[in-house]
């Protein structure tokens, strides 16, 4: 599928991106070469007029992602989360990225909740709403149970929405193949790894039990966490192309004045997202990655509650063990252990000079601690950090960029709420908590415990092991032999085909 068929797609692409000032918005963020960008602005200069016009209200590169459809809009809300691959000033442009779309017909949804389920639809539901959210990937219906009159939230995947993301995956594949080819300097940013990271995660979305799966661990790890819920899921009304929740009856977050109407402390509610989130980030190493204010809302007990499951993020434990000690370093001004964290995980390369760092980490900490409480930022603290770390050598970690992508979010809901609370105040004592129960003698004696759990199993296996790892040492493979000529081929049949392409379809128009 990953061919030369892909470039009338790519061109109609691309022309919408030249006709509505995208393209080089996009070159510039990715940094692309001349070479690149002669090509393909002269490629698509000759066919802005098959471009989409797209919103003129909107940002450029909103303004075509919103006019190519679903899959570039998704795209576009996935590399929202990536401002290593974008930058930062085009990754909070993708942030605003609507997914109010029109919605489909009833007699769809309907038909495929039959064939999903295998009951007919007047089995299942006494009532079942219009669509009341219609996003990129599916739409959502509130509805009621014939069995109890339960009232629920039911998401349908889009007809034919698979197949089309297929095509459009397979485009964006070829288009990453190009830009690696044409423009050497953008390598570093991996755009064949960016596409493979975007196929995952909308593939686990398109299979509806997968987010199932999230949601119902989410549930399960957040079940005693005080003044929050998830909805449960519905499992003998899910599946692939359908999931049922439980109906999320609630103030939305983002509304101050509802939320002062109906009583709600809006002060103990910023405190409790934060630490909420904290709690999921380094307790369960599991969290939710798009916490915005769509996806929150307060009961009328006044708990939060949190649905729309499509990202989640996940962090080892050893990870999570690192971060706390960042944070906590941070939240204590020892500025030398927190560089000692970063070499000790070996974040930052060997060869770089501890005490250097150190000194570098506390031109970030100390202005941020200077600042009075409302402008106390520890997103701020972590947008610094991943600079100065990249200075000393540290490679991307894309599981610490959707970390930080996400307290962005979730300190802006909290300081939505609190415009003056002091974040490092807040989320001192989860931080500490996690501290005594990851890293003191309890931990100690859980590692160890855990370390001859698995020796014990393996153990038989040891010897083996040991005699394959001597041998292959003793006995290394040969280096590989240059392929400088494929490399050289590969280009020529690229440009071929580029402009072979490019000279069929204008003669066809």
Do not use: C
Request: net charge neutral; glycine share 8%; proline share 5%.
């Amino acid at each position: 599928m990953r061919g030369p068929h892909n470039i009338i797609r790519l061109i109609r692409t691309g022309a919408t991106f030249e006709r509505t000032g995208a393209m080089k918005v996009v070159l510039d963020a990715f940094d692309a070469g001349p070479l690149l960008r002669i090509t393909f602005r002269t490629l698509v200069w000759p066919f802005q007029w098959l471009g989409f016009k797209g919103d003129v209200t909107t940002p450029p590169a909103v303004r075509a992602l919103t006019a190519l459809g679903p899959a570039y809009i998704k795209f576009g809300q996935i590399l929202s989360t990536r401002p290593d691959v974008v930058g930062d000033e085009l990754a909070v442009q993708l942030r605003v990225l609507q997914d109010k779309l029109p919605p489909f017909s009833m007699r769809d949804a309907k038909q495929t909740l039959q064939q999903e389920l295998g009951k007919s639809f007047d089995q299942l539901f006494s009532s079942f709403s219009e669509p009341v959210a219609a996003a990129s990937l599916a739409q959502v219906h509130k509805a009621h149970l014939v069995e109890n009159g339960d009232a629920v939230a039911v998401k349908i995947l889009r007809p034919g929405i698979e197949k089309a993301f297929r095509k459009d995956i397979d485009a964006f594949y070829f288009a990453a193949r190009a830009i690696e080819l044409l423009s050497p300097s953008s390598r570093r940013l991996r755009p064949m790894d960016v596409i493979a990271h975007f196929e995952g995660v909308v593939m686990g979305e398109l299979d509806l039990r997968l987010e199932s799966s999230a949601a119902s661990e989410f549930a399960a790890n957040t079940e005693n966490d005080e003044g929050f819920q998830v909805p449960q899921v519905r499992w003998h009304l899910s599946g692939r192309r359908v999931m049922t929740l439980d109906w999320a009856e609630g103030v939305n977050i983002g509304s101050n004045d509802a939320l002062d109407a109906a009583g709600h402390d809006r002060k103990v509610l910023a405190t409790r997202v934060l630490q909420v989130f904290l709690n999921q980030a380094l307790r369960d190493g599991y969290f939710h990655g798009d916490m915005h204010q769509g996806n929150l809302k307060v009961a009328a007990n006044g708990d939060i509650i949190a649905y729309d499951f499509g990202i989640m993020g996940r962090l080892d434990e050893y990870t999570r063990r690192v971060y706390a000690e960042i944070l906590f370093g941070f939240i204590r001004k020892d500025y030398r252990r927190v560089a000692e964290v970063h070499f000790e995980a070996g974040y930052v390369p060997a060869n770089q000079d501890i005490d250097e760092f150190a000194r570098a980490l506390r031109a970030v900490g100390e202005p941020i601690f200077g600042m009075d409480a409302s402008r106390i930022s520890m997103a701020r603290l972590l947008s610094y950090l991943f600079e100065v770390t990249e200075r000393f050598g540290m490679e991307t970690r894309t599981e610490l960029i959707l970390l930080q992508r996400t307290m962005v979010v979730v300190e802006g809901v909290a300081r939505s709420l609190d415009p003056h609370m002091n974040i490092w105040q807040v989320a001192k004592p989860v931080v500490e908590d996690y501290i005594k129960q990851s890293i003191g003698p309890k931990a100690l004696l859980r590692d160890l415990v855990k370390t001859a759990r698995i020796l014990s199993r393996f153990g038989p296996q040891l010897p083996r092991l040991a005699e394959d790892a001597l041998i292959r040492q003793n006995n290394p493979p040969p280096p590989p032999k240059p392929q400088r000529g494929i490399a050289r081929l590969s280009w020529m049949a690229l440009g071929g085909v580029l402009v072979g392409g490019a000279l069929w379809i204008s003669t066809l128009l």
